[in-house]
């Protein structure tokens, strides 16, 4: 299958676009002056025009697109969200109806990342403080004496477009800027001028600290009591990103103590934030999560949509297209079990491989050689980035997002299936290991997980896994079971593959529920164990 190759143009066809919330005619300029298009400027729920003559919607988030509005457009063909997030777009409902949806994912990149970088000169120089202060009738100038930007290091989480912005311009501040990701190869930072570093050094060596992550188990509550306890003394911390990645009860501590010097928010985990105990510090500047609110970004999302849905019409691919294009039954059958299959080993490969990477290789073997199988690579690499970016991925978008991150994709047909009837093999290359993993499908055993880095296993995927390496030793097994009893959590299956009698073994076990972090810290009470990992699917 390929990527949304538009069916929809039509020889001297003029389209109607309905755009549904406010919007100005400059963002709208590539419709309004197309000859192809009849726009109509009305929102679609108090429309008095044909609902079944729309063939495009364009929305910011005051609409909400919901299944029983898709079936009031009969002839809809995509829908343009002006902006980045898509949570009032019923995705599902929209594929299930053959409707493409697409959005702004850059529109307001610069937005973003000016509006950090100016809460991060406010911070150190305590500029609101000081005006607030004037507007008070006091001249504090001995309160308000500030540090200057030159030489300090500034510490980025999470490097993805906002955070290399931010990293251009502290760098013309003459700043020191590190950076920590997961997937920020050596060549990528040195191709935006940061040191590439570890969490840990991000937290010990940076003056300013700020995030730029995704929202996810495992980047939610990232900077708390314990990892404030790893930064500098007189730290400054700013969030843009995501409320949530902070803890705020922490951070709150942390500025009361003096740990951390002052901190800059704009995004808050329960929103809106009336009277939140951070507004009430001195040493705290917060704004109500406008970083992207600038007419620029506003016009850019909205001309940004505008044209792609312009170009679907006509005849073109959707760039940044957020679902697959709809499937028939006998095609959803036949694909949809292997694109799960390899969706799973991408996700699974990237909870246990948490370094920078740089190449993909899948391997494809037996009757699903045959097979189409660009959409399973996507669909690896969807699940592969699936938590660990801060960007909307699926199977349309992700090799778009590998190519951004210079991770090499590529793929293999081999004719050796190790007995099974579809055989699939990845290989992920980082900067300094790598990680084997091998799945099968069939329709009487369902998607299995055979392999991983050479040690062999027969394992059924589970929402909840936990990956245990491991020395091949009497009574670990035992021991393991034990562990997880005492902590109420029970065991579904279990699988344990080894290569040589008492050399190093492994252990998949699927569980009841997600293992929390007390449960995975007191497996260091088992001398045996090497390193046990949660796997959350």
């Known amino acids: 299958m390929v990527q949304v190759q538009n069916p929809v143009h039509q020889e001297m066809k003029t389209f109607t676009v309905l755009v549904s919330d406010n919007m100005s005619a400059d963002g709208l300029k590539p419709i309004l002056e197309s000859s192809e298009v009849n726009v109509i400027q009305e929102n679609v729920l108090e429309t008095k025009i044909a609902l079944d003559t729309v063939d495009a919607l364009l929305i910011r988030s ?27 777009v019923d995705l599902d409902a929209a594929t299930s109806h053959g409707v493409v949806v697409v959005n702004a994912p850059d529109g307001n990149t610069i937005s973003t990342a000016e509006h950090t970088f100016a809460m991060l000169a406010s911070l150190v120089r305590s500029i609101p403080q000081a005006n607030q202060s004037m507007q008070e009738g006091r001249w504090d100038r001995k309160l308000y004496q500030g540090a200057e930007l030159y030489g300090k290091t500034l510490g980025i989480i999470g490097f993805g477009r906002i955070g290399a912005e931010l990293a251009q311009r502290a760098r013309a501040f003459r700043m020191n800027v590190i950076a920590y990701d997961p997937f920020l190869t050596q060549s990528r930072a040195e191709k935006n001028h940061v040191t590439a570093v570890s969490l840990e050094e991000a937290l010990s060596q940076s003056d300013i600290l700020s995030v730029h992550t995704p929202l996810t188990k495992d980047t939610k509550g ?16 700013l969030n843009c990103a995501r409320g949530g990645i902070i803890d705020e009860d922490a951070l709150y501590r942390a500025v009361e103590s003096g740990h951390v010097r002052g901190a800059a928010i704009d995004v808050f985990e329960e929103e809106p934030a009336k009277n939140h105990p951070l507004t009430k510090l001195p040493q705290v500047i917060t704004t109500p999560h406008i970083a992207a609110s600038t007419s620029e970004a506003q016009l850019n999302v909205a001309e940004s949509v505008s044209q792609e849905v312009l170009d679907y019409l006509s005849g073109k691919p959707a760039p940044h297209a957020l679902n697959l294009p709809y499937l028939d039954q006998e095609a959803f059958d036949k694909f949809s079990p292997f694109t799960k299959l390899t ?55 992700a090799s778009w997002i590998a190519k951004e991150r210079d991770v090499e994709v590529s793929e293999r047909h081999e004719s050796e299936s190790k007995g099974y009837a579809n055989f699939v093999k990845a290989y992920v290359q980082g900067e300094n290991s790598s990680i084997h993993i091998h799945g099968t499908y069939s329709q009487e055993i369902g998607a299995r997980i055979v392999e991983i880095n050479g040690f062999k296993l027969d394992f059924q995927p589970a929402a909840h896994t936990l990956y245990v390496r491991h020395n091949d030793r009497p009574g670990v097994i035992g021991k393991v079971g034990q562990l997880l009893g005492a902590h109420d959590v029970n065991i579904a299956t279990m699988q344990v593959g080894r290569k040589t009698e008492g050399g190093e073994a492994i252990m998949l076990l699927a569980t009841d529920k997600e ?23």
């Open 62 to 88: 005051s609409t909400t697109v919901t299944a029983e509005i898709l079936d009031k457009l009969p002839n809809l063909k995509i829908i343009g969200r002006a902006g980045v997030g898509v949570d009032n």
């Open 222 to 237: 990232l900077l708390n009591d314990e990892t404030f306890k790893k930064t500098k003394k007189g730290v400054y911390v």
């Open 343 to 397: 969706r799973t080993l991408g996700d699974t490969a990237s909870q246990l491989f948490m370094e920078p990477v740089k190449q993909v290789e899948i391997s494809y073997a037996g009757e699903i050689s045959d097979q189409e199988t660009g959409l399973f690579n996507r669909s690896f690499l969807a699940g592969f980035f699936r938590n660990r970016i801060d960007d909307y991925v699926n199977e349309v978008n």
């Open 515 to 537: 293992c929390d972090e007390a449960v995975l810290k007191a497996f260091a009470e088992i001398e045996e164990i090497n390193s046990v990992s949660a796997i959350e699917l």
